[in-house]
């Protein structure tokens, strides 16, 4: 029995103990989620089509649908010095239509496909998982143990499918200290967003990719950090991670709200310094991709600076906004990444790329648009373009394939909420991204969602 399994079998027997006691039962809320997901998204570049490109993955056209339903228990807190709780998550996919030519995993590789688990190379007909938390507070402080979903510079969950990534460890927060909290924890294990099981851990060149080989994978990220709330308008931040084996990563951050005229700008400033840990260090098969043009395998150890600005100026409804970023360094950006589909916290993670390779630089624009200014609540939609260059690319055999490379994506969100009525709350969203590259051996992609959302308080 693991460690984390064997904290929930203690916090669920003294729970057995005192579930009567007041605030446990009476605090406790669980909600039933519906989504309802679809996702198409189609591979122009022409070489998506070729016979070699077939047998290593590529499709011509990825399109699945399906019914997501995500079940949370959050629990109160036992009385006394000491108070324990129990919190839960329960996960169901159905699959409403996917086919072989469809799947997005026509080689049958375990990562599965878009949106669903892969049976040879076939979407399963459904899937699930269930994760439990134990948890215990003490004054303002909180120790979890189990299933976690953190939101951290350096460790976010992906929910951009039918359900969402959770992780497997612990983590303790507290905010004893008036407008400071302090985080830290150990992941031990990932659950992809298309998977019913918990694997181990990794980074992009190192989970074997669309290879669909084993890959290099281990069982401890630690991390931790601070948010500093100077005054209502200045956040601080400090964060610190390490996946063992394979990197460090130093994060700072600055978020400040000016008011400035009719409108309030936001500043969003963003650093992370990442090296090597470990057998990245060393050992070829937990590199990472970059632009590395002396290593036999294309890959090489984690080295990259990256910084980034993001301004948003809202008024009257309208936001308009600007940003850049510049990936410094020999590696690409690294982050938790087991090959399923993972985000990161930067502000070029977008519905298709990533914009975060070795040596990129990469302008945005933004504008978004609350139509409750003109009488329709509920209804927003916004639109944002990227566009990064300077990317070099080298191959195995140490030959250059793209020499100040470039890529751009569009994206648009139209989303809306019921306000009123029989249907109060139910959410339609309509997400297009189109992404254009003359990067070597890399497709270009038009991806459309659309996702039907609600949400049913049970307690």
Request: proline share 2%; aromatic share 10%.
């Amino acid at each position: 029995m693991n460690k984390s399994t064997l904290a929930i079998a203690v916090a669920v027997g003294l729970l057995a103990q005192q579930a009567s006691a007041a605030g446990f039962i009476e605090d406790s809320k669980a909600t039933l989620k519906l989504r309802n997901f679809y996702i198409n998204n189609d591979n122009r570049d022409s070489e998506a089509g070729t016979a070699a490109n077939k047998k290593a993955g590529v499709q011509s056209k990825v399109e699945e649908w399906g019914q997501g339903f995500q079940l949370d228990f959050t629990s109160g807190y036992t009385q006394g010095t000491v108070g324990f709780g129990v919190d839960a998550i329960g996960l169901l996919g159905v699959k409403l239509d996917s086919s072989a030519g469809k799947h997005g995993n026509p080689t049958g590789a375990n990562s599965g496909g878009s949106v669903f688990p892969s049976d040879g190379n076939h979407a399963v007909d459904d899937f699930s998982s269930l994760g439990l938390t134990a948890k215990a507070k003490v004054s303002q402080t909180e120790l979890r143990i189990g299933t976690l979903q953190p939101k951290l510079p350096v460790i976010v969950t992906n929910d951009g499918r039918m359900l969402p990534q959770t992780f497997q460890g612990g983590q303790i927060t507290s905010s004893e200290f008036k407008d400071l909290t302090f985080t830290g924890g150990q992941i031990e294990h990932a659950k992809g967003r298309n998977s019913s099981n918990n694997e181990g851990l990794s980074i992009a060149g190192a989970n074997a990719g669309s290879n669909y080989a084993k890959g290099e994978f281990v069982n401890k990220f630690y991390y931790g950090g601070a948010d500093y709330k100077v005054n209502k308008d200045l956040l601080l931040q400090y964060y610190y991670g390490n996946l063992e084996d394979f990197y460090k990563q130093h994060f700072l951050g600055l978020v400040h709200n000016w008011s400035i005229g009719p409108g309030v700008l936001k500043s969003d400033l963003r650093y992370f310094n990442s090296s090597d840990d470990g057998k990245n260090g060393h050992d070829a098969a937990y590199y990472t991709s970059g632009d590395y043009h002396t290593q036999a395998s294309g890959k090489g150890k984690v080295d990259n600076n990256l910084i980034s600005g993001l301004f948003l100026y809202t008024v009257e409804g309208h936001t308009f906004g600007g940003g850049y970023q510049v990936s410094n360094g020999s590696s690409d950006f690294p982050f938790l990444n087991q090959g399923d589909g993972a985000s990161a916290y930067i502000p070029t993670d977008m519905q298709i790329s990533k914009f975060a390779r070795a040596g990129e630089r990469t302008w945005q624009a933004r504008y978004s648009y609350d139509f409750a200014k003109v009488g329709v609540p509920g209804l927003t939609a916004g639109a944002v373009y990227l566009r990064g260059d300077n990317i070099d690319t080298y191959n195995s055999s140490k030959v250059q394939t793209s020499n100040g490379a470039s890529e751009w994506e569009r994206d648009i969100t139209v989303a809306y909420v019921i306000q009123e009525g029989a249907l109060k709350n139910l959410g339609l969203t309509w997400k297009n991204a189109m992404w254009r590259n003359d990067i070597a051996s890399t497709r270009d992609q038009d991806e459309n969602r659309l996702i039907v959302s609600y949400s049913i308080p049970l307690l």
